[in-house]
Structure formats: structure tokens, C-alpha cells
């Protein structure tokens, strides 16, 4: 059982993975209504607003990054060791080498996200003005009119997200991962 940090953290992971599942449909809905709307205007009415493309773009990037926090908490992410759900590790060596193909994997994960997230807030020479969102937040989208901070903020937020669940897999107890994987993979 995990102590006062761990269920406060796995706690998180689970709101999270509420909050980025929620959005995500969202934007998968904005997505697919932006497309309906672009196709219906382009092919009946001959004149597709221009907005319909930015947006369901826009969506995309969205959609996209918040799916992945998901693909990630549910482990649906490449994995170097592959079991079938509910089948532990037999044997000391078996344990010991799954025990390292998570520690490796959990690096290169902090390994690729990272930078990302560094480079979110601080530009070259560590300058914030030449970060990815500074530099976001002084650009316009063409048609919809909003800062285009407000799409690039899912970067960082991914990045914010699938550290959290990485920092959740620690406190997971063996039993419960594998429990959770075979019923994510269900869909339960």
C-alpha cells in the first residue's frame, strides 16, 4: 500500500487522465464537426468557410497530445517487455530484468519529454522570450483570431501530464498495474 506521496500521486494521475479523456473527446467532437462543416460547405455549397480548417487543426493538435497522456496511462505505449495482463514476472531473474526494462523505459521517456518541457519556457541561452510559448503568445491564428498560445499550450501539458503518470507507475503496485492494464485494454 502505497504511503501519503504515493496515493497523493496516483490520486493526480487518475484526475488527470479524468480531465485529459474529457478534453480529448471535445476536441475529437470539435475536430470532427469542423470537417463535417468544411466537406458540407465545400462540396454542396460550393464556398468553405475558412475558419473550419484552422480549427478542426487546431482540434487535431489537441486531441492528438491529450490522446497520447491517455495511451500513455494506460500503458499502451511501445513497451520493451511484453506480457500477457495478469502474468507476473516468474523468478528472480525474470522480476529483475522487468524491473530494469521499467527503469530504462521510464528514462527515455524523461529523456524525450524533458527538453520538450525545458524548451516550453526557455529559449536559447535560457531566455524566456525566445521560448515555444512566449513566442506562441505573440502570434495569431489567421482566421479564428485567438493567440496560437492557446494551441501550444498542449505541448507543455503533455509533457506535464505523462510525467505524472510515469511518477504514478513507481507507487503502482505490481498487481494493481497489470489489473489496470488488462481492464483499460477491455475497456472496464
Known amino acids: 500500500m502505497p504511503g501519503p506521496v504515493g496515493r497523493?500521486?496516483?490520486?493526480?494521475?487518475?484526475?488527470?487522465?479524468?480531465?485529459?479523456?474529457?478534453?480529448t473527446m471535445v476536441f475529437l467532437v470539435a475536430l470532427v464537426g469542423a470537417v463535417m462543416v468544411q466537406v458540407v460547405a465545400r462540396y454542396v455549397l460550393n464556398s468553405p468557410p475558412p475558419w473550419t480548417e484552422e480549427m478542426a487543426r487546431y482540434?487535431?493538435?489537441?486531441?492528438?497530445?491529450?490522446g497520447a497522456t491517455l495511451s500513455f496511462k494506460r500503458r499502451f505505449d511501445p513497451a520493451l517487455v511484453n506480457r500477457a495482463p495478469g502474468t507476473a514476472a516468474k523468478g528472480p531473474r525474470a522480476a529483475f530484468i522487468?524491473?530494469?526494462?521499467?527503469?530504462f523505459?521510464?528514462?527515455?521517456?524523461?529523456?524525450?519529454?524533458?527538453?520538450?518541457?525545458?524548451?516550453?519556457f526557455f529559449g536559447p541561452n535560457m531566455n524566456p522570450e525566445r521560448s515555444f510559448l512566449l513566442r506562441h503568445s505573440r502570434m495569431t491564428a489567421e482566421t479564428l483570431g485567438f493567440p496560437t498560445l492557446l494551441v501550444a499550450v498542449a505541448v507543455p501539458l503533455m509533457a506535464i501530464f505523462i510525467l505524472i503518470h510515469l511518477a504514478a507507475r513507481v507507487f503502482e503496485p505490481a498487481e494493481t498495474a497489470e489489473t489496470q492494464d488488462a481492464s483499460d485494454a477491455l475497456g472496464t
Request: hydrophobic share 65%; charged share 5%.
Open 8 to 23: 497523493f500521486v496516483l490520486g493526480l494521475s487518475r484526475g488527470i487522465d479524468r480531465l485529459a479523456g474529457a478534453a
Open 59 to 66: 482540434a487535431m493538435i489537441w486531441a492528438g497530445l491529450m
Open 98 to 103: 522487468a524491473a530494469g526494462a521499467g527503469v
Open 105 to 120: 523505459q521510464g528514462l527515455v521517456v524523461m529523456i524525450y519529454l524533458l527538453p520538450i518541457l525545458w524548451h516550453s
